[in-house]
Structure formats: structure tokens, C-alpha cells
């Protein structure tokens, strides 16, 4: 895999949280917030998990981001009911944090595994 091939997902999820957070707490209209915001919560965090379980095959691993991103939504979202601090915002926060989390986890031990090669 090319060297622009291992780092475009990890910015593109990284840039789509980043605009996802800047687009809720700005509160941006939905015409704009809707599309970036549900592509990001779809996408970026089961793709950051998804990349380290090595699945080669693509559509494989696009069905399993998509089911793991829907499932750490929802799962934020159960935590937030239960504690008695249901708040969207606060959620996509959260996702966006793990995201963001997972994706430096992956870049640093790329990045260890460079170096040890």
C-alpha cells in the first residue's frame, strides 16, 4: 500500500470529526451540519476500529465500519440516557473523541511498527 494510501483514511476520519464538531457547536444549519455530521457518525468510528481486524476484502469491511459505527452510536447514546444527560452535541462530541482516540492509537503504532522494521 502507498505511503498516501495508509494515511488517507486515518486524516480523512480525523478532518471529518474535527468539521463535525466544529459544525454542532456552531450550531450550522442542517443543510450543511446533516450531511457532514451522518457521514461521520456512520463511517469514521467503526472505520478507525475496523482497520486494525486486517479485513482484506472491501465490501466486508465497509459493512462491518458501518455496523460498528452505528453500534458505538447507539451505544454512547444508551450510556447518555441512562445517566440522565441525553444531550446530541455532548454525544457527537463523544464519538468524536473516540474516533479521534482510535485513530492516534493506529497512527502510533503504525508508526512504531515503521520504526521497528
Excluded: H, K
Aim: hydrophobic fraction near 60%; aromatic fraction near 6%; proline fraction near 4%.
Amino acid at each position: 500500500m502507498t505511503a498516501a494510501g495508509r494515511w488517507s483514511w486515518p486524516i480523512t476520519c480525523t478532518a471529518l470529526a474535527a468539521l463535525s464538531v466544529v459544525l454542532v457547536l456552531v450550531d450550522a444549519g442542517p443543510t450543511l451540519r446533516a450531511p457532514v455530521v451522518l457521514t461521520f457518525l456512520l463511517v469514521c468510528p467503526g472505520l478507525a476500529v475496523v482497520r486494525f481486524l486486517r479485513i482484506s476484502d472491501v465490501a466486508a469491511r465497509a459493512s462491518v465500519a458501518i455496523a460498528l459505527s452505528i453500534s458505538l452510536v447507539g451505544i454512547v447514546s444508551l450510556v447518555q440516557a441512562y445517566a440522565g444527560v441525553w444531550d446530541p452535541t455532548v454525544g457527537v462530541l463523544a464519538v468524536a473523541a473516540i474516533t479521534t482516540v482510535v485513530v492516534m492509537i493506529e497512527v502510533l503504532t503504525r508508526q512504531r511498527g515503521e520504526q521497528t522494521a
